[in-house]
């Protein structure tokens, strides 16, 4: 069966820009979670939702925000992009907070 | 929150040599998971284990719940085993900690 798809791969975007990043859980799988990975904080969780709501929240400013539809995929966007935003961004689908798998990611550059 | 610490944070070994990586967790969790990421940065989920022992081939994890931590073990490395390990628990559903990781480097 297909694993978790995100898109895209590679983002390049500009100070001050938004961008919408998109996640397509396995089929069957209701919860998905989104985390960020840099260097310096290794990786952290932004916020998992489960058929349709926003489950569990990390700790990110409100210009991160994300979304789940009633096919479960789901979308995350961050608002007024910073330098500090670029990062793996990677997603992560479950039936129900049992083992997760993740997706391949989506590397964002700030520039 | 809870804290993962997982040593030893950088590992060399040559080919054939075996391993044991640990992860400890400051609080009782609901699920715990091994991770190899690999050079293009996606996880490669190892072993769901939030208590006893698993085996996979040439990889076997062992958690004993009741003292807070997990072992990964990996016999016979390869060069391919190279990357890094993460250990990821959560007490809360939907949400994982992860720890900083031990990166593995394999010689030949």
């Not at chain 1, 840099?38 to 990390?58: A, C, H, I, W």
């Not at chain 2, 996606?42 to 931590?69: C, D, H, W």
């Not at chain 2, 990357?83 to 593995?104: E, I, P, Q, W």
Request: proline share 4%.
């Amino acid at each position: 069966k297909a694993g978790v798809t995100q898109t895209p791969r590679y983002l390049i975007k500009t100070r001050g820009q938004q961008v919408t990043l998109s996640c397509s859980p396995i089929s069957g799988h209701r919860s998905v979670s989104w985390y960020q990975q840099t260097p310096g904080q290794g990786l952290q969780f932004l916020f998992e939702y489960f058929s349709e709501t926003q489950r569990n929240k990390g700790n990110f400013p409100g210009r991160f925000s994300g979304r789940q539809f009633s096919n479960s995929r789901s979308e995350m966007n961050v608002s007024t992009l910073e330098l500090g935003d670029s990062a793996l961004y990677l997603c992560a689908s479950s039936w129900d907070s049992g083992g997760y798998t993740f997706g391949s990611g989506t590397r964002l550059t700030v520039v | 929150g809870i804290q993962v610490e997982q040593s030893p944070p950088d590992l060399i070994l040559q080919e054939g040599a075996n391993s044991t990586l640990r992860c400890n967790f400051s609080d009782s969790v609901n699920n715990l998971q091994w991770f190899h990421q690999n050079p293009w940065g996606q996880l490669i989920n190892l072993f769901y284990i939030p208590s006893g022992t698993k085996q996979n081939g040439r990889l076997s994890a062992t958690t004993v719940a009741t003292e807070r931590y997990s072992l990964l073990y990996i016999s016979s490395s390869q060069t391919t085993d190279s990357g890094v390990y993460f250990c990821a628990v959560s007490t809360n559903a939907g949400k994982s900690t992860f720890g900083d990781g031990t990166t593995l480097t394999v010689k030949p």
